[in-house]
């Protein structure tokens, strides 16, 4: 398996533990108020958020979206967020440890790339009210003398059935995701080989399908190549490493395979129209 060597400030889910065993592996906060999370930076864990009241902004991979009653918002392990939350906001966090959510992922039903299109859902009142009852269920579980963890695993797993509920009902694209292995496949291949394999026809042949074959489903179902999705998710390594690691240009060229700086350069203005220093500097 082709990992990737991590250059980003990464937390882990101890860092937020506020003194509980270091094998705790889901926490409950409470969100309120006035807060920021100025320096772009990403977990090792799963983050799920409820909005009760909500104004602010909440940007994740480099996309912003507004806060706003009644929400729910994702953050999945290697994505980069940061947030902008104002003073009137009531919100309650749930993170889940990295080895814990392998274990509820498949409680959300659908492919982790579709909530990583759509980590932001508007909710109606009474699915907010029935999500929240599970929330503070699993935070009274965690605040008990003898916690009882079988029971919080099946609280969050009841809750990633209802999350994928409401995606279910609310998205139109769904079917693009669920309907067809095809491209959660490749997704999840581009993310372990993006940076060591940028042809189509690797990501074809690992799938067991042609090169054309690829393209045309990719076309059909997202309206886009499927280079074009390679080259997205080098993008989108490049501007995590831009605003959310220590490296230097000139370091990241290298960490993403390419020739050299013109060459990289080229690439980064084309998609954004702005030079990865420029993007780097960026407020």
């Known amino acids: 398996m082709d990992y990737q060597k991590d250059h980003f400030p990464v937390l882990s889910i101890q860092a937020f533990s506020q003194g509980r065993s270091a094998d705790c592996t889901v926490l409950f906060h409470e969100l309120l108020g006035e807060r920021s999370i100025d320096e772009a930076h990403k977990h090792d864990f799963f983050i799920v958020i409820l909005f009760e009241k909500g104004k602010g902004s909440h940007t994740i991979d480099f996309v912003e979206h507004t806060i706003a009653d009644y929400q729910l918002h994702m953050v999945f392990p ?47 009142e009474d699915v907010f009210n029935t999500l929240l009852y599970e929330f503070k269920s699993v935070k009274n579980e965690l605040e008990a003398t ?94 995590r490493l831009l605003k959310a690691s220590e490296m230097t240009v000139k370091e990241i060229v290298f960490d993403l395979g390419f020739y050299d700086h013109a060459n990289f350069s080229k690439f980064f203005k084309s998609h954004t129209g702005m030079t990865p220093s420029e993007f780097k500097e960026l407020k």
Request: charged share 20%.
């Open 78 to 124: 290697e994505q980069v967020h940061q947030w902008k939350i104002a003073q009137e906001t009531v919100g309650y966090q749930l993170m889940i440890g990295r080895e814990r959510f392998e274990t509820f992922l498949p409680y959300l039903r659908f492919s982790a790339a579709f909530y990583q299109h759509h980590p932001v859902i508007d909710l109606a």
């Open 146 to 239: 003898a916690i009882f963890w079988e029971l919080i695993q099946a609280r969050c797993s009841t809750i990633g059935l209802l999350i994928s509920r409401v995606a279910e009902n609310v998205f139109k694209d769904l079917d693009s995701y669920s309907s067809n292995a095809i491209l959660p496949r490749f997704i999840s291949l581009t993310d372990r080989h993006f940076k060591a394999q940028r042809s189509v026809a690797f990501y074809a042949s690992e799938i067991g399908i042609s090169a054309n074959y690829l393209n045309m489903v990719c076309k059909k179902q997202l309206n886009v190549s499927a280079s074009s999705l390679i080259q997205n998710r080098v993008l989108l390594e490049a501007k």
